[in-house]
Structure formats: structure tokens, C-alpha cells
């Protein structure tokens, strides 16, 4: 068996390695493995990768690119992975992949659990910041994608040997609380009962604070008291976060997200701290009076007029704004977790406060070398109006109504296609389509939310790669148990399809690391609609289980088989089931 070490299997970083080689030998520079300009090749021309760092080289050098082309090509040494590289037109460099290759290739990655991706990624602590809902208000579109993207990213870090910390940074402190628990006695609300929805209980809060003075004057006192720890009022709060963690496991659970009550560290889980974080600051020299705050000052911030941007540590009247809480929770995160890498699945709309914490915590030591803080931004959900994702009344949409809709959509498109209605298949089918939608586009966009479009069974979305899964699962069913044998020397690619499968199957690996290193899940959706497409074309240009020889027949399956195994885990990664049916 053929090393399964994930580099020996990325043709595209081993060409580019050697492309380099031969470049620097040619040239005498110092280059990076991606100044190859290495890109995947035409069909039409028969190349499976194309580097283009001729013209670039020759452009520094003064040289003609064609000539400094076949220089390199001179010096390079593509033995046991290609044929000899071509060059053509004004100097690309092409390559064509040897078969054989290939075949060892796909012998070594369909047999390792993780099918060639991350066998030397390091691994690492990291900290995933994502979902952070209110407490005492419902979910709504505006959580749906920090808490996709976050659990997508945690499912991958995972996959490639992290150890991820999942932390729903909920918001559960606060002045409003005061009014809240005053509500909540108002209405002889008792821990047995259940609030059925949160939104129009902050709402009849609020109307209520704001009409009624004795009832606000009631709630500041509470406030105090909840600060000082007065135990009925604390009981009061800490039944309240319960009813409102009830409400979001509902969420999590039709979103299959793993996050639980132990994943939660509001900011009430930090507010012990604050006073330490104020002092540590202070003793680093970071933090000076700002009328009457206590702020500090992190380079490269400014404002409009060029005047030094301030982060506030200490209000004015003594309190705490979310800056301290989030510096807190670094310090929580570095110190008592003991994490490498911090991820923040915040919106972008965040990104200077995020940037000043980030920036302020590394001044106070507390983001030291080997240490990263990241914020992994996204944009907004759209409506087909082109603005953000509302109800017809003009309110944020709640998020478990949004599911049930997917659900019973996706519910009736089966029974349409298919005369059957099966449940299970239609929260697969419904949940898979809203979370690809929002993970196949670049999370720093914003993109337009249709049901129309995510639940299409052609095109880039969640059915039509669940669609090929279904095919390539009913094929291995009909083909019997034993059917694909881990045969190492019969991987024939014969045909254009089965080739270019093949090819597209060994790109997992490199489809995971890229997510790993840029944070972005698109990649991998990318990914995966190319192998749903290489196989719908192989599926049908290549008979397989009618193939006529047994020798076509059994790698046709062996790369059924791998087809599957590519789509059903990279699904899971994203969060997204992989119905054997459909």
C-alpha cells in the first residue's frame, strides 16, 4: 500500500514543489511553491494542470517567456507523476497526470478514514466563538449564519485531529434583565410554566417599562439586585436563561448543530472578572481617562478626523460595556482553556470592535506568539427584495419558523416527485438546502434567500449532491456486499469519465486543508458539486454494474464507492445528511 501521508496525493502541491525546483535552477531565484501559478488545465488540450510562471519570471527578468518555459521544463523532473511537461502558447507549462498515478493515488486515499486530507496537519486548541443568541428573545434569521458557519468549521477542525471548544457567547447580562424578572413576577410566570414565545414576552417588558413608572422603578431595583447577587432575583434569572436555552435547543436540534447548555459562556459567565481585566490593563500602562472612562488607546485605530479610536474598558458611572466581556473571555480562552487559535463567527459588521479587542488583548499580552485571534466575518440573508430577510409584517424572521417552512417545502417536493411522504427525508432534504445555501456562497457576501432556488435538483445546491449520493448509494446496494474489493492494482481509467472522476476525487484532501487554512466553507461546496458532477457524467457515459467485463465493472464500482464516501463525509462536514434515498 502506497504512502497515505495527504502531500504525497496533492498532485497539485507536488507539481508546484517541483515546478518551483526547476525554476529556481533555471533562474536562480528564491521562489515560493505558489509563484508556480499553478491552475488546473484545459480537457480540450489534454492537460490536467498548467503553471504559468514562466511569463510572470520573464516579465522580472527581462526574458522571453517561451524560452525561460523550456528552461525550466529542461530542469524539471516529473518522474512516476506525469508524462513530460508541454509548452504552448506564449510559454504555459502543461501537464498531463500519469494514469498510474492517479490509480495509486485513489488506492490510498479511499482507504484512509480521511481520505487523503490533513495526515500532517498539526493539531491545535481552538476556541470557536459562534451562534450567540439574546436571552428572553427568540432566534431569528440574523443567528442562521453564525451558527452554520460555526458549526461547519467546527465539524472540519475536528475532522483534521483539532481540539475544538465550542462557545455560545449568549447574551444573558444586562440592565434589560431588571425589567425581565419584574415581567416575569408580574405575570405569576413559575419555573414549571413555559413562555411560549420569547419575543412577545420582551415586548410586553418593554411596553411595560415604558408606560408604567412604578413598574420601571421596580425593575432598576431589580437590576441592583441582580448585580449584588440577591438570591431570589438571581433564581429569577437563572429561570429565565433555562426557559430561553429550551427554546434554542429547538433550533439546534432541527439544525442537527451540536451545541448544548455546556457550550454556554454568556457574559454573565465573565462578569467576576471585569475588575481584574480593568486592573491587568492598568498595570500594563494600556489604559487612560477619557471623560471620565477609562479606555485604551490600540494603535492603527482611528477616526474619521485622524483623532486615536478609544475602546472603553470603564464607563463613566463604573459599569462595563462588551469590550471588557470580550477581553475577558480571551483571557478565559488563552489562560484557562489554553487556546492556540481563537475563531470569531461574528458578522462583519463587527470587525473594528473585534479588530480593537484583538489588538488591545495582544498589547496586554494575552494573544502571544503562536497564539491567533480571527474573526471569521459573513454577511447578511437576503430577501428577493435585495434587502435584509423580514417577515411580511416587517420583523426579523424567527429562525425555527424559517426550518419548518424549509421542511414542509422540502416535504412536498418529495411527495411531488415521488407520490411518498417520508418525514425524515424532508427535514434532511429541507435543513441540507438552507445550510448549503448559506455555505456555498463566500460567507463575507451577503446572498438572497429563496426556497425556490436551494431546493433545485439541478445546479450548485444540497439536493442535487444528496441526489448523487442517493445514485451512487443505490448502485452499491444493487452491486451486493463484497462487491468493491481494496484492490490496489485494478484501478483502470480507461475512459475520459472514469479519468477525470478520479481526478476529481483525489481533491478532497487538498478541499479540506484549504477550508482549514482560509476559514471559508465555500471551498468545500465548490468541491463537492464538481465530484457530484464528474459522476453524474461517469454514471452516465459508463455502464457499471451492466459493464460487459468484470474488469470494468469492479473499479467502475470501486470509484462509485469512493464517490460516495467523498460526498457523504463531506456533507457531514458541513452539517448536511446524506439520504442512501432520495
Not at 417588558?205 to 438571581?234: C, K, N, Y
Not at 500594563?284 to 471620565?292: E, F, I, M, T, V
Not at 485571534?373 to 411580511?392: C, I, P, Q, T, Y
Amino acid at each position: 500500500m502506497a504512502s497515505t501521508h495527504s502531500g504525497s496525493w496533492d498532485a497539485a502541491a507536488t507539481l508546484a514543489a517541483r515546478v518551483v525546483r526547476a525554476a529556481r535552477a533555471a533562474t536562480g531565484l528564491d521562489l515560493a511553491p505558489e509563484e508556480a501559478l499553478l491552475r488546473r488545465g484545459s480537457a480540450r488540450h489534454g492537460a490536467d494542470f498548467q503553471a504559468n510562471l514562466a511569463m510572470s519570471l520573464a516579465r522580472r527578468l527581462g526574458r522571453d517567456p517561451r524560452e525561460l518555459a523550456a528552461q525550466i521544463v529542461r530542469e524539471l523532473d516529473v518522474r512516476g507523476l506525469a508524462a513530460p511537461a508541454q509548452i504552448a502558447g506564449p510559454g504555459f507549462i502543461n501537464f498531463r497526470l500519469d494514469d498510474a498515478w492517479i490509480a495509486g493515488a485513489l488506492a490510498a486515499t479511499s482507504s484512509d478514514p480521511h481520505l487523503g486530507a490533513a495526515a500532517d496537519h498539526a493539531p491545535r486548541r481552538v476556541v470557536v466563538d459562534y451562534s450567540a443568541p439574546n436571552i428572553a428573545k427568540e432566534m431569528h434569521v440574523g443567528h442562521l449564519r453564525s451558527t452554520i458557519i460555526g458549526d461547519a468549521l467546527a465539524r472540519v477542525l475536528r475532522f483534521v485531529g483539532d481540539d475544538v471548544i465550542a462557545q455560545n457567547h449568549v447574551g444573558d447580562w444586562g440592565t434589560q434583565f431588571g425589567m425581565l424578572i419584574e415581567e416575569l413576577d408580574d405575570s405569576g410566570w413559575s419555573a414549571d410554566g413555559a413562555i411560549s414565545d420569547l419575543d412577545a414576552f420582551y415586548r410586553r417588558a418593554r411596553a411595560h417599562f415604558e408606560a408604567d413608572p412604578a413598574f420601571a422603578s421596580r425593575a432598576r431595583e431589580r437590576v441592583v439586585a441582580l448585580q449584588a447577587g440577591d438570591p431570589a432575583t438571581r433564581a429569577a434569572w437563572r429561570q429565565l436563561v433555562a426557559e430561553s436555552h429550551r427554546h434554542f435547543a429547538v433550533v439546534y436540534g432541527l439544525l442537527d448543530v451540536a451545541l448544548t447548555p455546556a457550550d454556554m459562556a454568556g457574559e454573565s459567565s465573565y462578569n467576576d472578572q471585569l475588575p481584574g481585566v480593568v486592573e491587568a490593563l492598568a498595570s500594563a500602562g494600556l489604559l487612560q481617562p477619557d471623560r471620565g472612562a477609562l479606555c485604551v488607546f490600540p494603535e492603527g485605530f482611528r477616526n474619521r478626523d485622524g483623532a486615536p479610536m478609544a475602546l472603553i474598558v470603564r464607563k463613566s458611572d463604573g459599569g462595563y460595556g462588551y469590550a471588557t466581556t470580550d477581553l475577558a473571555a480571551i483571557r478565559h480562552r488563552v489562560g484557562a482553556l489554553g487556546a492556540q487559535r481563537l475563531l470569531y463567527v461574528v458578522g462583519a459588521a463587527q470587525r473594528q470592535h473585534l479588530h480593537m479587542v484583538f489588538a488591545t488583548a495582544r498589547a496586554a499580552g494575552w494573544l502571544a506568539e503562536g497564539v491567533e485571534a480571527e474573526h471569521v466575518a459573513f454577511g447578511s440573508v437576503l430577501g428577493e427584495d435585495g434587502k435584509v430577510l423580514r417577515s411580511r409584517a416587517g420583523e426579523s424572521v424567527k429562525l425555527v419558523d424559517l426550518l419548518h417552512e424549509a421542511i414542509t417545502r422540502a416535504g412536498d417536493a418529495i411527495v411531488a416527485r415521488s407520490g411518498v411522504a417520508d418525514e425524515a427525508l424532508a427535514r434532511t432534504v429541507g435543513i441540507g438546502a438552507v445550510k448549503y445555501a448559506d455555505l456555498s456562497s463566500d460567507r463575507v457576501s451577503d446572498y438572497v434567500f429563496s426556497f425556490e432556488r436551494m431546493l433545485a435538483l439541478d445546479g450548485n445546491t444540497s439536493v442535487y449532491l444528496q441526489y448523487a449520493h442517493a445514485r451512487a448509494a443505490k448502485v452499491l446496494r444493487l452491486a451486493g456486499d463484497g462487491a468493491v474489493a481494496a484492490d490496489d492494482a485494478d484501478h483502470l481509467l480507461r475512459e475520459q469519465h472514469e479519468r477525470a472522476l478520479g481526478l476529481a476525487l483525489l481533491g478532497f484532501g487538498p478541499a479540506v486543508d484549504h477550508v482549514v487554512s482560509t476559514l471559508q466553507p465555500h471551498r468545500l461546496c465548490t468541491y463537492l458539486y464538481e465530484v457530484a458532477t464528474a459522476f453524474s457524467a461517469f454514471y452516465e457515459s459508463c455502464p457499471i454494474l451492466t459493464a460487459g467485463e468484470p474488469r470494468l465493472r469492479a473499479p467502475r464500482l470501486r470509484l462509485t464507492s469512493h464517490t460516495a464516501a467523498v460526498l457523504r463525509t463531506g456533507l457531514d462536514l458541513l452539517g448536511i445528511g446524506a439520504p442512501e434515498r432520495l
